[in-house]
C-alpha cells in the first residue's frame, strides 16, 4: 500500500475516523488503534515480514528493560550486544549477505582460485533498515542512560511500527516520539490543517516531479552510451530532482499523516538543493539518517575532536556507512565516498558550520556569491548522484566520460518517445516555488491557502504521472 | 473537528470541480485531433468511401502495404493498430458503420490474436476520451471491468490512462504535432534489422474457440454486406508451436492461412513482423489471389 494508491486513500480516512471517534477514550486506545492499522499497513506489502517487524520490536522491548534494570555491568552489556548484533544480524542477512558472498567469491576468482558463493534467494523485507535503526537508537540510549525503558509494550510497539513512518522513515528518536504516544492526543484544528497541505504538497512532489522525471532519467541512464553531452546532464539533474521529489515527498506525506492523528515527527528534509555547501546540504537531505549516524557513530567514534587523521577517519566512516546504509553495491559506497572526498576540505579548513543562517538574496555581489554557490553544490550533488543513479561504478565514470567528451549539446529523442528537454520548465516552475517558500515547511500554508491547495491538487491531476506506477525509491533501502 | 471537516469537504468539492473541469477540457481537445492516430481520425470523421479496409494488430499494421492495393484501383487504407487486440479491431469497425462508411471490403489479420479477447489497454485508452460522446464506444466497454470508474468519475481515465491521454497528448494535440500513423495509408514499413530477434515461441498459444470480437466482425460484415475475409499472416522459421495456425485452421476454417508466404529471414524485421520488402511480397500475393479483376 502506497501513500499515493488507491488503497491508501480508502485506508487514511477509516483509520482516521476510528481514531477520533470510536477509539479516542484514551491514549491506550488510541495507541491500540494505530497499531492495528499499522500491522494491516505493513502486511500489505508481505504478511510474512510481520513476525520478523514484531519480534524486532520484542527483543528491543525486552532488552532495553534488561539493560535498564541489569545490576551489574557485565548483564547491561550481554543484553546491550546482544540487541546489537540480533538486530544488525538480520539486516545483515537481508540486506547484505548477498552481496559480501558474492563479492567475496569475485575476489577469490580475481586471485585466480574457483568460487561459487551461495547466495540466499531472500526478498528485502520493506522498511527493514528504518525500523531496525529506531530499535538500535532506543536500546542505545537505555544503555548510556539517556533515556528510560518504556514498560509498556503497546507504546513501545507503536514507536518502532507507527505505519507513516515504518517503511521509509523520518528515523525516530525515542526521545522525541515516545513521549507524544504516552499521552492521549486531542484534536487540532490548525496542526491537522498543516497535516493536509504537507500530503497534499508531498503529493506534488512525488507524482508530478518524481514519477515525471522518472521516465527521462530512466532512458537517459540505461541507454547512456547514445546519449549527447546535453541529454547526460539532464538525465544527472532529472534523476536528483526524481530522488528529491520521491523521498521527500513520501517524508511531507508521512509527516502530514501523521498530524492527522496529532503526532509529530522529526522534520527529515529542508529545501536541500538550495544548500552552499555539502555540509549544509547534509543538514538539510534526509536529516533523521545523518543526525542518526551524527549521534551513534560519528561522536562515539571521536567525532571531530581528536587529531586530523581521526577527523579523516571518522569523516570517511560516516559517509561510507551511510552510503552503504543505502543499498548493497558499490555505487552506493561510492556515493558517500566522494561526499566524504566533498565534505572533508570543509571540515578540515572548519568552514563546515559556515553557513547556518537562513539564505538571503538581495541585489548585491554577495547574492552572486551565494547564488553561485548553491549551483555549485548542486553541481556537485548531481555528479555523487550518477554514482548512486548507475548500475556500476564503471557506468557511472563512462557516463561522466560522455558528458565531457561528447560535446553534443544539441536536443535528443529518447527512445521512449520524449524529447529530453520537456520537463526543464516544469523542473524551472518547481524550484521557484520552492525558493519563495524556503522559510517555510511547505509553500502552500498561508495567504490564499486554499487557492494554492487547489492548484497544487490541479497539478497533481493534470501533470502527474500515474500509469508509469512507481514505488518510493527508498522503499528499497 | 466540525471544522475540519467542513473543511475536508470543501478539498473534496474542489477536487471535484478540478476533474470535471479538466475533463471537459481534455475531451474538447481530443474532440479536434484529427491528425494525431488512427482512431482519432476516424472518430472525428465523416463518412468515407473505401474499396479495402485493413483491421488488426501490427501483424496488420506492418504486413499490408494498401499502395499495392490502389495500383488496382482499389481504394484503401490500413488501420491495424501497433499493440491493439480484435477488442480494438472490432470497435474501430462499430466507429467506421457509426460515421455511415461505405466499405466493400474487410480484411483482418486474425491469427495470433485470436488467443485472447481483452482489451489492449495501451491501444484502447485511445478510445476513452469519447466515451461520453459515442454510445458505440460506451457499449463497447461496458462489461469491461472498470467501466463505471472509467465512465463515472470525472477525469478518472485521463489519469489512469495518463501516457497515453494525458497531459502530454493534450499539448501534442494542441501544437497540432503529426504522428506517421497516418502515413502510407496507415501502413507503417518496418526495415530489415541488423539484430532482429528470429525466434519465437508459441507454444503455449491457443485460440479461443469462440473469439467474441473475431465473430462480432465477421457478424457486422455480413449484416453491413461487406466481404469480410480474414487471414493468417506469415510468421520467420524459426518459431516453436507453429502447429497454432492448424488449430486456428480447424476451428475457423474460413480463415485464409498465408503464414507461409513469405519464410525466408531476409524478409523479417522481427520474427512475427514482415520488413517493408516481405509485406510487398505478402500484399502482392494477396491482392492476386482476392481482387483479380
Given amino acids: ?477 | 473537528m466540525k471544522r475540519f471537516l467542513i473543511y475536508i469537504v470543501k478539498i473534496f468539492l474542489i477536487t471535484v470541480l478540478i476533474a470535471f473541469i479538466l475533463d471537459g477540457l481534455y475531451t474538447y481537445i481530443f474532440l479536434q485531433s484529427h491528425n494525431r492516430g488512427k482512431i482519432e481520425q476516424v472518430f472525428n470523421s465523416n463518412a468515407q468511401k473505401y474499396d479495402v479496409v485493413i483491421l488488426g494488430s501490427s501483424r496488420a499494421n506492418n504486413h499490408f502495404v494498401p499502395q499495392i492495393f490502389e495500383k488496382r484501383g482499389l481504394k484503401t487504407f490500413n488501420y491495424g493498430m501497433s499493440g491493439g487486440h480484435l477488442f480494438e479491431a472490432s470497435l474501430m469497425l462499430k466507429l467506421m458503420i457509426e460515421r455511415k462508411y461505405e466499405i466493400k471490403n474487410v480484411i483482418l489479420e486474425a491469427d495470433l490474436n485470436l488467443s485472447n479477447d481483452h482489451q489492449s489497454e495501451g491501444v484502447s485508452a485511445k478510445f476513452l476520451p469519447y466515451i461520453h460522446n459515442s454510445e458505440i464506444i460506451k457499449n463497447h466497454f461496458f462489461n469491461e471491468k472498470d467501466f463505471n470508474e472509467l465512465y463515472y468519475i470525472p477525469f478518472y481515465r485521463y489519469i489512469k490512462y495518463d501516457n497515453k491521454i494525458g497531459f502530454r497528448e493534450v499539448c501534442k494535440i494542441i501544437r497540432d504535432d503529426k504522428t506517421n500513423s497516418l502515413d502510407n495509408s496507415g501502413y507503417y514499413p518496418l526495415q530489415k534489422h541488423k539484430n532482429g530477434n528470429m525466434k519465437n515461441n508459441i507454444v503455449n498459444l491457443n485460440p479461443l474457440k469462440h473469439n467474441k470480437y473475431y465473430e462480432e466482425i465477421e457478424k457486422l460484415c455480413k449484416i453491413h454486406n461487406i466481404n469480410f475475409i480474414a487471414i493468417m499472416t506469415p510468421m520467420c522459421e524459426n518459431v516453436k508451436g507453429m502447429n497454432y495456425f492448424e488449430k486456428v485452421q480447424k476451428l475457423y476454417p474460413e480463415i485464409y492461412n498465408y503464414e507461409n508466404v513469405v519464410k525466408e529471414d531476409k524478409y523479417f524485421s522481427s520474427c512475427g513482423h514482415m520488413n517493408d520488402a516481405g509485406a510487398k511480397i505478402f500484399t502482392a500475393k494477396i491482392v492476386t489471389d482476392f481482387f483479380k479483376k
Avoid at chain 1, 507524544?180 to 506534488?204: D, H
Avoid at chain 1, 553544490?377 to 543513479?389: D, K, Q, S
Fill in chain 1, 1 to 477: 500500500m502506497f501513500f499515493n494508491s488507491i488503497a491508501f486513500a480508502i485506508f487514511l480516512p477509516i483509520v482516521f475516523f476510528l481514531y477520533w471517534f470510536v477509539f479516542n477514550k484514551n491514549k491506550s486506545t488510541q495507541n491500540a488503534l494505530l497499531i492495528i492499522a499499522s500491522y494491516y499497513f505493513y502486511s500489505c506489502w508481505d504478511w510474512r515480514f510481520l513476525f520478523l517487524l514484531v519480534f524486532s520490536t520484542f527483543l528491543d522491548y525486552y532488552t532495553g528493560i534488561q539493560i535498564e534494570k541489569g545490576k551489574s555491568e557485565k548483564s547491561r552489556k550481554f543484553w546491550f550486544w546482544l540487541s546489537i548484533l540480533v538486530n544488525l544480524g538480520f539486516l545483515g542477512l537481508f540486506k547484505y549477505y548477498n552481496f559480501f558472498a558474492s563479492s567475496f567469491a569475485e575476489l577469490l576468482t580475481s586471485a585466480g582460485f574457483k568460487a561459487s558463493p551461495i547466495l540466499l534467494n531472500v526478498i528485502l523485507p520493506v522498511g527493514i533498515s528504518f525500523y531496525t535503526f529506531h530499535g538500535l537508537s532506543y536500546v542505545i540510549d537505555i544503555y548510556y542512560k539517556r533515556i528510560k525503558a518504556e514498560y509498556n509494550f503497546v507504546d513501545y510497539s507503536l514507536f518502532v511500527s507507527y505505519f507513516p513512518l515504518l517503511v521509509a522513515g523520518p528515523i525516530e528518536r525515542a526521545t522525541h516520539l515516545l513521549p507524544q504516544v504516552k499521552v492521549k492526543r486531542e484534536f487540532n484544528f490548525q496542526t491537522a490543517k498543516e497535516g493536509v497541505y504537507q500530503i497534499v504538497w508531498g503529493l506534488v512532489k512525488k507524482v508530478v516531479i518524481a514519477d515525471t522525471c522518472a521516465p527521462y532519467a530512466n532512458a537517459i541512464f540505461d541507454n547512456y552510451t547514445s546519449m549527447n553531452s546535453f541529454s547526460l546532464i539532464l538525465g544527472a539533474i532529472y534523476f536528483a530532482f526524481q530522488i528529491y521529489g520521491d523521498f521527500s515527498g513520501y517524508s511531507d506525506i508521512a509527516l502530514g499523516v501523521s498530524k492527522l492523528f496529532g503526532l509529530d515527527l522529526l522534520r527529515n528534509f529542508n529545501y536541500p538543493y538550495f544548500s552552499r555547501d555539502i555540509a549544509e546540504f547534509w543538514r538539510r537531505w534526509h536529516i533523521s539518517l545523518s543526525s542518526w549516524f551524527r549521534d551513534y557513530l560519528y561522536i562515539p567514534l571521536g567525532g571531530s575532536k581528536g587529531g586530523l587523521w581521526m577527523k579523516i577517519r571518522n569523516t570517511f566512516i560516516i559517509f561510507v556507512v551511510s552510503g552503504f546504509w543505502h543499498g548493497a553495491n558499490w555505487t552506493y559506497i561510492a556515493w558517500g565516498f566522494i561526499n566524504a572526498v566533498y565534505f572533508l576540505p570543509l571540515l578540515l579548513s572548519n568552514s563546515n558550520r559556515n553557513n547556518m543562517d537562513a539564505i538571503q538574496l538581495k541585489f548585491n555581489f554577495d547574492s552572486i556569491k551565494v547564488f553561485s554557490s548553491i549551483l555549485y553544490t548542486f553541481l556537485l550533488t548531481c555528479i555523487a548522484w550518477v554514482f548512486f543513479r548507475a548500475r556500476t561504478i564503471t557506468d557511472a565514470i563512462l557516463y561522466l566520460k560522455r558528458i565531457v567528451t561528447n560535446k553534443d549539446f544539441s536536443f535528443q529523442y529518447l527512445d521512449n518517445e520524449r524529447y529530453s528537454y520537456e520537463l526543464l520548465l516544469m523542473i524551472g516552475v518547481f524550484v521557484l516555488i520552492e525558493w519563495n517558500n524556503r522559510t517555510k515547511v511547505e509553500p502552500l500554508s498561508g495567504k490564499m491557502s486554499m487557492l494554492k491547495t487547489a492548484l497544487a491538487i490541479l497539478a497533481i491531476m493534470a501533470f502527474g504521472t500515474f500509469s508509469d506506477y512507481k514505488e518510493f525509491i527508498y522503499f528499497q533501502f
